[in-house]
């Protein structure tokens, strides 16, 4: 199952929340926002939905459930909407195996069984009726686990199979997962025997056999998730897993590893959805994404009006976005925390003024903010200042992120073949082209700002107007392909023109705001520039 849209009207915190626009294609979902935004409260809905459709009965608690208004009072219920991209036709069984919610709450810290009992279905399993109470699952896992144990030791079709080859089916995914999460330093070992020390036994170091209860708390969090997804998995082959803070108690590396192994568990027809503040699990959903487009999606609750009608759809996981949420997860400390690269680039002033901030820095954070998120630009300059970093940006960014790259980008101008040749032998970027302005003034970005338009016609016409601009620099003896001289007659052609006077103020606002950002992935002008920066060919959309 994949979710298509959620809408809770009065529930929880909520006065009227719409999300929607999610791509059937994401086997993850990541909720994110700072605390009090109700990540937990939309998973609170989930659980109300498959209680209700169920047949489990939806707990009518007023003062929990519902939004309470100015005076104090709770309405008299919330409303919750969960629509598929499946299909909305649900049943009770169906329901049952939809979705399935794990809390915030996993407070299992010890447990031993001495009786076996029959199995049942865990989709007959009612769950919490709300996700603020105590979460038992392992005791209850284990128990699942020990009976069918027995059931399948004396099914017919298992006559014929080994005892080792049956406990490895049964207990093999749970094994690999925590070897995977833990990286080989935790290894679970055994179940014990169900009738005498029912409970599970894991090896660590020389340490062998050692009991549950003697995991570290983040051992416990991470075996708990792994051990429900992999027993349950194949019950609940085509539904919606939501998971409060998977993270909790475990390091950031861990917590990457975690939900690698997590997606790794459920089945390619399910999807999982996380709440979290932890910069390991985002870090890795940004990767998968990168690696998988459309696998991922972003829903940052961040901005979310809590008393007025809101609509929250995928947030595109840009160096902004990056940045927000390191501010939720790190507070101060945020600032502290360096991109992986830094590109210092030409441009800015260092004495402040209206170009402080940098032309070139700008057009390449719009063009590479979504493709390139772990990336910052930087004017610093002129070239030499680039290649020399006189302004000590690049010692200052390796002393405080040791791991961080420094790209040095400079422009082409006037260098010669056998000078571009040399500061790139020396480790210094050199565009292709003349200038930043060489690309966003492409025939290729002109068109595609016309197409935006709703004028594709008039493409042609704002070529022209560039290439009659760059003859008219020609004779006034500058350099054929020197497009920053046609910036400004592209920019009185689209006010003029074209009677758009709301696009920027200047030339340069222009082309920051409206060209850079439609040189996007999947465009040759990206490709190129992308090589240029990066060294790397993207790839173009045909």
């Given amino acids: 199952m994949h979710v298509k849209s959620i809408h809770l009207q009065g529930f929880k915190r909520f006065h009227d929340l719409t999300i929607e626009g999610l791509p059937p294609t994401a086997r993850l979902v990541v909720l994110t926002g700072p605390n009090g935004y109700g990540k937990s409260a939309i998973f609170e809905a989930f659980n109300s939905w498959r209680r209700q459709h169920g047949g489990f009965g939806f707990r009518t608690e007023s003062d929990y459930f519902s939004k309470v208004d100015q005076e104090g009072a709770a309405r008299d219920s919330g409303s919750f909407e969960i629509r598929f991209h499946e299909s909305d036709l649900v049943n ?14 996993r407070h299992e810290t010890d447990f031993r069984t001495t009786t076996l009992n029959k199995v049942t279905s865990p989709t007959d399993d009612q769950g919490l009726s709300r996700l603020i109470e105590p979460d038992h699952s392992v005791r209850k896992n284990y128990e699942y686990l020990a009976g069918a144990t027995v059931e399948a030791l004396y099914a017919p079709e298992n006559q014929n199979r080994m005892v080792e080859a049956l406990r ?23 179940p014990g025997n169900p009738l005498v020390d029912g409970a599970f036994y894991f090896g660590k170091g020389t340490s062998q056999h050692f009991h549950f209860k003697n995991l570290s708390g983040g051992e416990r969090a991470a075996f708990d998730l792994v051990l429900d997804l992999a027993l349950h998995a194949s019950t609940f082959d085509d539904t919606v897993f939501c998971i409060d803070e998977p993270e909790l108690h475990l390091g950031t590396r861990t917590q990457g590893l975690l939900l690698k192994a997590l997606l790794g568990l459920i089945s390619s027809n399910s999807q999982l959805w996380i709440a979290t503040h932890s910069i390991g699990m985002m870090r890795t959903a940004l990767q998968i994404g990168q690696d998988q487009p459309g696998d991922v999606a972003f829903l940052d609750l961040g901005n979310t009006k809590l008393d007025e009608e809101t609509h929250i759809t995928p947030s595109t996981p840009s160096r902004k976005f990056w940045l927000e949420i390191l501010a939720t997860a790190l507070d101060d400390m945020a600032e502290l925390v360096g991109p992986r690269r830094v590109v210092l680039c030409e441009g800015g002033n260092p004495q402040g003024g209206a170009d402080a901030e940098g032309f070139d820095a700008r057009c390449y954070r719009a063009i590479f903010g979504e493709s390139h998120p772990d990336t910052e630009f930087i004017s610093v300059g002129n070239a030499d200042a680039v290649r020399h970093d006189h302004l000590g940006v690049g010692r200052a960014v390796t002393i405080v992120t040791p791991a961080a790259e420094v790209v040095r980008v400079i422009d082409r101008d006037n260098r010669s073949d056998d000078e571009v040749n040399r500061r790139r032998e020396e480790g210094t ?47 006034q003896g500058k350099p054929p392909d020197d497009f920053k001289s046609a910036g400004g007659a592209v920019h009185v052609f689209v006010k003029k023109e074209l009677g758009e006077w709301g696009l920027g103020s200047d030339a340069r606002s222009f082309m920051v705001e409206q060209l850079a950002p439609l040189i996007s992935p999947g465009t040759q002008t990206h490709a190129d520039l992308s090589y240029d920066i990066f060294g790397t060919h993207a790839k173009v959309s045909q």
Wanted: with cysteine; proline share 1%; charged share 30%.
């Fill in 168 to 190: 490895t089916e049964l207990v093999g995914r749970v094994a690999d997962a925590m070897t995977m999460v833990f990286e080989g330093e935790l290894s679970l070992q055994s």
């Fill in 429 to 475: 970027r050199v565009l292709s082209k003349r200038s930043i302005e060489g690309y966003l003034l492409a025939d290729e970005i002109l068109t595609s700002f016309c197409e935006q338009l709703g004028k594709p016609d008039r493409a042609g016409d704002m070529i022209a107007v560039r290439d009659d601009a760059l003859k008219e620099a020609v004779g």
């Fill in 92 to 105: 009770q069984q169906l329901a049952r195996k939809s979705i399935k919610v794990r809390s915030a709450y």
